[in-house]
């Protein structure tokens, strides 16, 4: 089994990352910047479950330090 990070680098993981930033205008859906390095973070995890097996409603785009907060929930 690969590393998480290993699985990060995985083109099924890249396109479904692109894919969540172009459905969320590549803007943090936690506080609206647009300027800064952004993420796309699961909101859940399943034990065994690849990186892009999840469906697209279990993403978000969000900036750096918006990734450990949970205000918006």
Do not use: A
Not at 2 to 27: A, C, G, V
């Amino acid at each position: 089994m690969k590393k998480y990070s290993e699985n990060l680098k995985d083109p099924r993981w890249q396109k479904k990352r692109l894919e969540i930033m172009q459905r969320d205008n590549f803007t943090c859906q936690c506080c609206g910047d647009n300027t800064t390095e952004l993420h796309v973070h699961h909101k859940t995890y399943s034990n065994g479950k690849e990186p892009w097996d999840y469906s697209n409603d279990n993403f978000e785009t969000l900036r750096f330090g918006n990734l450990n907060s949970n205000d918006w929930y």
